[in-house]
Nanobody, 116 residues
Framework: QVQLVESGGGLVQPGGSLRLSCVAS????????MGWYRQAPGKERELVAR???????NYVDFVKGRFTISRDNAKKTVYLQMNSLKPEDTALYYC??????????WGQGTQVTVSS
């Protein structure tokens, strides 16, 4: 079972920035894709950003131009740089990885709260 540990969440004012980190227990090349979902209270979990093994990235429309996903293979870490944060970005952010056999693993989540 892959272990994923997220960090970097917190309270930030609107317009501020945060960088989330997700450290995996395995080398990142073991995974077909990895990324971030989020879940706000009373809402379903939704994809935020994804990066494939080959480095291709995908973003949902509501974060394009504001969030950037990246990875450091040597550190077995996936990052989500979040800029120009809005109150509607408030959610529990989850890291996930998808193995080549399509098995998924999830972290425990890190809370992001955007409020003045």
């Amino acid at each position: 079972q892959v272990q994923l540990v997220e960090s970097g969440g917190g309270l930030v004012q609107p317009g501020g920035s945060l960088r989330l980190s997700c450290v995996a227990s395995e080398m990142l090349f073991n995974f077909a894709s990895m990324g971030w979902y989020r879940q706000a209270p009373g809402k379903e979990r939704e994809l935020v950003a994804r990066i494939t093994n080959s480095g291709n990235t995908n973003y949902v429309d509501f974060v394009k131009g504001r969030f950037t996903i990246s990875r450091d293979n040597a550190k077995k870490t996936v990052y989500l740089q979040m800029n120009s944060l809005k109150p509607e970005d408030t959610a529990l952010y989850y890291c996930y990885v998808k193995s080549w056999d399509l098995a998924e693993s999830w972290g425990q989540g890190t809370q992001v709260t955007v409020s003045s």
